[in-house]
């Protein structure tokens, strides 16, 4: 015989919550605004994504990789965007799309564990700060705007704080019955906590339906789940997407295409499940740090510094690439191997954030990045 909290224990509940994001909570909305942060976990190259093809030094410094851009169109007079991207470039000629290059968070070391907190909290060093810049952004937005989920088995480091956050990962695990779901139900009533939060999964469940028929685990179906979730009235506002596997020290070429081809397809499936929502909604995608300028003998590139930021949506003021454009020449590289830094990522993310959501700028660069000092917001990112 098992009772309620024996059945929890036993950890088949467990199983289920995780397929079924149990605390999922939201209430009537107040604004249209959306804001999805996609990070890159792995230091992405955005030499290889947002290519210099105009720096008379791309060409030898990034040898065999620079091949990719042999026939790719060109941004402007300097960039090129990989040929992956296809709907993100599509994106960038209706203005729609934002490209901030030679960028970097105050990190200047090489770990990706200690780069990625650094980028996820905000702070001007690794573990300095205890919560995250995304959950903070929370308490500046009307409360019924402030609800936010992360598309992940656990809740970033980014999400992480005061504010009460979602998370919502697909399981690998078999769908359970409906006649396993109606007993659970039936032990959960009278209980008036576990059937309030069994009710809240069995809601999120009905908002997913049909995504976990291929697992949802490629990236298309990872960005059509975000839209479902944002899209309802009662939904999330903001959401986060961890991507893996952007750490190319090998065949970077291939790597990187199918890196990057994901990418674009997890931004296509958003813009299509969005619907009419898109032209309120903000994507930030952002790394922990970039890659080494020159190539390695297998065909990669290492761990670096500045890379490439972006923005995407409906209300961006895009069609441009903003960079202060340090150049790939040897003298100009940072310690001599890397693309030097020349925009600040945190005022580039409150920026984005305060125009977005009509929050004055000073008030989001402080409560976003509490420890950048004096540095300003960067302005003219969304369209007025």
Do not use: C
């Amino acid at each position: 015989m098992i009772d309620r909290r024996s059945f929890v224990g036993a950890g088949v509940m467990g199983a289920l919550a995780m397929s079924l994001a149990p605390r999922l909570a939201f209430a009537k909305a107040e604004t249209d605004k959306r804001f999805v942060f996609i990070i890159q976990r792995g230091a992405a190259d955005g030499l290889g994504t947002v290519a210099p093809v105009g720096d008379p030094a791309f060409a030898g410094a990034r040898g065999v990789l620079a091949e990719d851009f042999a026939g790719a169109s060109k941004l402007n007079s300097m960039f090129a965007l990989h040929p992956s991207l296809g709907r993100i470039g599509t994106l960038y000629g209706q203005g729609q799309a934002l490209f901030a290059h030679a960028v970097a968070s105050p990190y200047r070391d090489r770990s990706h564990f200690d780069g990625q907190n650094v980028l996820e909290t905000g702070g001007a060093g690794a573990y300095q700060v205890k919560d995250g810049w995304l959950n903070r952004m929370l308490g500046i937005l009307p409360p019924t705007s402030a609800r936010a989920i992360a598309i992940s088995a656990t809740v970033p480091m980014a999400l992480r704080g005061g504010h009460e956050v979602s998370s919502y990962a697909p399981s690998a695990l078999p769908d359970a019955s409906a006649g396993l779901l109606d007993r659970v139900s039936m032990l959960y009533q009278g209980d008036s906590q576990l059937h309030a939060l069994w009710s809240e999964a069995m809601a999120t469940r009905a908002l997913t339906n049909g995504m976990t028929n291929d697992d949802g685990r490629n990236a298309a179906a990872t960005g059509a789940l975000a839209a479902k979730l944002l899209v309802p009235e009662n939904g999330a506002r903001i959401a986060m997407i961890e991507t893996n596997g952007w750490d190319t020290h090998a065949q970077q070429r291939i790597r990187l295409g199918l890196q990057l081809r994901g990418l674009d397809a997890m931004v296509g499936a958003l813009q299509a499940g969005l619907g009419p929502l898109w032209a309120d909604t903000m994507i930030l995608v952002a790394t922990e740090f970039g890659r080494t300028v020159a190539v390695n003998g297998t065909g990669g590139t290492d761990h670096g510094t500045a890379s490439a930021a972006m923005l995407l949506g409906g209300g961006v003021k895009g069609g441009r690439v903003l960079a202060d454009w340090p150049g790939l020449g040897q003298a100009a590289l940072f310690e001599g191997r890397d693309l030097r830094p020349t925009i600040q990522l945190d005022p580039f993310i409150a920026g984005a954030v305060a125009e977005h959501f009509s929050v004055e700028p000073g008030r989001a660069m402080k409560a976003l990045f509490p420890d950048a000092g004096a540095a300003r917001p960067v302005e003219g990112l969304v369209r007025t």
